[in-house]
């Protein structure tokens, strides 16, 4: 039976004012916000109304299908949940919702670097998924970490490049958020107001757990997530080069994952040196305020890398919110797309029912899409491009050279 709380849910951004409600100021704006005066977070969303989908009627698309293949499976849906930190303080044991979420509706979900549940626990409930590595800025605790990612059995591995130089945590300061969270009266307030919150997950997760810590940062266990007197590693990581990265790629037989570049010179390096796909990406607007989007620079960087020869699946993140922009970074020239922040708020509203929901609405709008601009299937999106089915905002054609799917 559905959850009551799922009534009046029709689109994602429902669930975002629903939790808004529900969580205290500090951890939504952890979840919610961006950096600085958050350009890039609102770039994120506005560069959908630069494109425009041109429908095509009179086609027989009562045979639509949008699952996906990509890094030798196939998906339900051309999406999949991104790696999100500290989804335990916004829903009770909130990384194992989204993985066993995910697993049932048959997408992939990225295991977050920064979760509060050890990364053995996750693949339990979910063993099709993903795991995402902050790299340590020493090789003394490098080796280590992959040697366990690989003991847990996770085949695919995301190195995410774009935060080797911490980013303005300001808005998360001026909302009383900090990693760890530092006990005060401002803190206890903000738990007291909000008493679903307080009971449902955080003084559950102390029953049943006791105090969280980041679980995934290292091979052993990290600092907790509430302390008075605790610091979280911040080694310096600005020394590193794409020599690490061959590092690891020499290590790792699995599929390897590069997150987090925006350059087109950067996603053909990374191929070059034996990337097996990208996730273009720019931290969600929570890094530098004032880069581009990621979906904004998608055409530049398939034209680089398939100049250079290179086949390899290029994904995208950031600021997707429904089944059109969706299909509009599809006809892109994407392969996929992963969201995230959605996700964590269906989380909060409604738990793991919640997560699949929200899963439901947005494979409805993609299905409905696709069948708007005439076509049955997402392999079919490449000669969407040669059809002029995506215009910019000034009427325009927006075609892109036709390549394998």
Same mark, same amino acid.
């Given at each position: 039976?559905?959850?009551?709380?799922?009534?009046?849910?029709?689109?994602?951004?429902?669930?975002?004012?629903?939790?808004?409600?529900?969580?205290?100021?500090?951890?939504?704006?952890?979840?919610?916000?961006? !950096?600085?005066? !958050?350009?890039?977070?609102?770039?994120?969303?506005?560069?959908?109304?630069?494109?425009?989908?041109?429908?095509?009627?009179?086609?027989?698309?009562? *045979?639509?299908? &949008?699952?996906? %293949?990509?890094?030798?499976?196939?998906?339900?849906?051309?999406?999949?949940?991104? +790696?999100?930190?500290?989804?335990?303080?916004?829903?009770?044991? =909130?990384?194992?919702?989204?993985?066993?979420?995910?697993?049932?509706?048959?997408? +992939?979900?990225?295991?977050?670097? %920064?979760?509060?549940?050890?990364?053995?626990?996750?693949?339990?409930?979910?063993?099709?998924?993903?795991?995402?590595?902050?790299?340590?800025?020493?090789?003394?605790?490098?080796?280590? $970490?992959?040697?366990?990612?690989?003991?847990?059995?996770?085949?695919?591995?995301?190195?995410?490049?774009?935060?080797?130089?911490?980013?303005?945590?300001?808005? *998360?300061?001026?909302?009383?958020?900090? %990693?760890? $969270?530092?006990?005060?009266?401002? $803190?206890?307030?903000?738990?007291?107001?909000?008493?679903?919150?307080?009971?449902?997950?955080?003084?559950?997760?102390?029953?049943?757990?006791?105090? +969280?810590?980041?679980?995934?940062?290292?091979?052993?266990?990290?600092?907790?997530?509430?302390?008075?007197?605790?610091?979280?590693?911040?080694?310096?990581?600005?020394?590193?080069?794409?020599?690490?990265?061959?590092?690891?790629?020499?290590?790792?037989?699995?599929?390897?994952?590069?997150?987090?570049?925006?350059?087109?010179?950067?996603?053909? &390096?990374?191929?070059?040196?034996?990337?097996?796909?990208?996730?273009?990406?720019?931290?969600?607007?929570?890094?530098?305020?004032?880069? +581009?989007?990621?979906?904004?620079?998608?055409?530049?960087?398939?034209?680089? $890398?398939?100049?250079?020869?290179?086949?390899?699946?290029?994904?995208?993140? =950031?600021?997707?919110?429904?089944? !059109?922009?969706?299909?509009?970074?599809?006809?892109?020239?994407?392969?996929?797309?992963?969201?995230?922040?959605?996700?964590?708020?269906?989380?909060?509203?409604?738990?793991?029912?919640?997560?699949?929901?929200?899963?439901?609405?947005?494979?409805?709008?993609?299905?409905?899409?696709?069948?708007?601009?005439?076509?049955?299937?997402?392999?079919?999106?490449?000669?969407?491009?040669?059809? =002029?089915?995506?215009?910019?905002?000034?009427?325009?054609?927006?075609?892109?050279?036709?390549?394998?799917?």
């Amino acid at each position: 039976m559905e959850p009551r709380a799922l009534k009046r849910i029709f689109s994602l951004d429902d669930f975002q004012s629903r939790a808004r409600r529900l969580l205290p100021r500090a951890i939504y704006e952890y979840v919610a916000g961006g !950096t600085e005066d !958050t350009h890039t977070l609102r770039e994120n969303r506005a560069v959908f109304a630069d494109y425009m989908l041109l429908t095509r009627v009179m086609r027989d698309v009562s *045979q639509r299908s &949008i699952s996906r %293949t990509l890094l030798g499976a196939e998906w339900a849906a051309p999406f999949g949940v991104s +790696p999100m930190g500290l989804c335990g303080l916004s829903a009770y044991r =909130g990384d194992i919702a989204l993985a066993r979420a995910a697993h049932a509706f048959h997408i +992939p979900m990225i295991v977050s670097g %920064t979760s509060t549940v050890r990364m053995e626990d996750m693949i339990a409930a979910n063993p099709d998924a993903w795991f995402q590595a902050y790299l340590p800025g020493d090789l003394e605790r490098t080796t280590p $970490l992959l040697q366990r990612i690989q003991a847990a059995g996770y085949k695919n591995l995301v190195l995410t490049f774009d935060t080797f130089i911490g980013a303005s945590r300001e808005n *998360q300061v001026r909302a009383g958020f900090s %990693t760890p $969270l530092r006990p005060g009266l401002r $803190l206890m307030w903000d738990g007291l107001s909000h008493p679903r919150w307080l009971a449902q997950v955080f003084l559950r997760t102390l029953w049943r757990s006791g105090m +969280p810590h980041f679980e995934n940062s290292f091979a052993s266990r990290g600092a907790p997530i509430v302390s008075a007197s605790a610091i979280r590693d911040h080694a310096s990581k600005d020394h590193m080069t794409w020599d690490r990265f061959s590092m690891i790629r020499e290590f790792w037989k699995g599929k390897l994952i590069v997150k987090g570049v925006l350059h087109p010179d950067d996603c053909r &390096i990374a191929s070059e040196l034996g990337a097996d796909a990208l996730i273009v990406s720019n931290h969600g607007g929570r890094q530098l305020d004032g880069s +581009p989007s990621s979906t904004r620079m998608l055409p530049a960087i398939i034209d680089a $890398l398939r100049g250079a020869g290179s086949q390899i699946p290029v994904m995208v993140d =950031g600021g997707f919110r429904r089944g !059109t922009d969706i299909v509009k970074a599809l006809a892109l020239g994407a392969d996929f797309v992963f969201i995230g922040r959605p996700f964590n708020f269906a989380n909060v509203v409604a738990g793991e029912a919640g997560v699949t929901h929200a899963m439901r609405i947005l494979k409805a709008e993609v299905v409905r899409t696709l069948g708007m601009i005439g076509y049955n299937s997402i392999a079919e999106l490449a000669r969407a491009r040669e059809d =002029g089915v995506l215009l910019s905002a000034a009427g325009h054609p927006v075609r892109r050279e036709t390549r394998m799917t």
